[in-house]
């Protein structure tokens, strides 16, 4: 298993993207136990890093991967040209086989989805209302699954999902992290799973007063050599 692991994250490592090596793991561990026939939802996979680990780990548990995400163009994130490298990539690793892509918004799709699924990761639009849907995907899957979301109590928007829709919330418990990696399982929260959420908060505000500085120093190094 660490061998197929390695081999997967060696290939994975190549594609431009933000997942690390500890996030890559903490998907494989998830995705490598599922029953065989059973689907993963990837929501926002970008040039298809994570969709890599995701598609190796599947292949070998005899699953498959459902890869959401619009490809809307834009500086970020790069349109139709992401497409391509995401399906370039995909092939390359040799996971095409068992890598659905789906070129459509996660909003757009989740409310006549119909298709169980056995594993969620999100990791698609960051702003509030997105993620907050995002996590509605947990609807589909049965008790006890894996549900993994990338830049948990980093991002603003997808702290403030986790905190109005999971912490209050019955559908979610909070295992851990891995780094901003998110792992939740599909059960209800006791007061603990609860309080492992608060408990983050701390590091999340740490993660935003360091974005804050750094948008500073950009803003203030603009200034310095803007030429007027
Ligand atoms: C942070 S990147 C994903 C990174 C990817 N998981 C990886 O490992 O490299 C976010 C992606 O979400 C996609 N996205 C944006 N809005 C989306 C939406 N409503 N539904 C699904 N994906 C979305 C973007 O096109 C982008 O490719």
């Known amino acids: 298993m660490d061998d197929e692991f390695d081999d997967a994250w060696a290939v994975a490592a190549t594609v431009p993207g933000w997942l690390t090596h500890g996030q890559a793991r903490a998907l494989w561990d998830a995705a490598r136990q599922l029953p065989v026939g059973s689907a993963i939802v990837e929501i926002g996979s970008h040039q298809g890093r994570s969709t890599v680990v995701l598609g190796r780990a599947a292949a070998a548990a005899g699953a498959r991967v459902i890869a959401i995400d619009p490809f809307i163009g834009g500086a970020m994130f790069g349109g139709s040209a992401t497409r391509a490298k995401f399906e370039r990539n995909v092939a390359d690793a040799g996971v095409d086989g068992v890598v659905q892509l789906v070129t459509q ?124």
């Open 105 to 228: 918004r996660s909003t757009v799709l989740r409310p006549a989805w119909d298709t169980p699924l056995a594993m969620v990761y999100v990791d698609g639009k960051h702003d509030y209302w997105t993620a907050r849907d995002d996590l509605r995907w947990v609807a589909h899957v049965p008790p006890g699954a894996p549900v993994l979301v990338h830049d948990s109590f980093s991002s603003i928007g997808v702290t403030a999902a986790i905190l109005a829709h999971v912490l209050p919330g019955r559908e979610l418990r909070y295992l851990g992290r891995v780094g901003s990696l998110a792992r939740f399982e599909a059960a209800a929260p006791g007061r603990r799973d609860r309080a492992r959420i608060l408990a983050e908060l701390p590091w999340f505000v740490r993660n935003v007063l360091i974005k804050v500085v750094l948008r500073a120093g950009r803003v203030v190094g603009y200034r310095r050599s803007d030429p007027y």
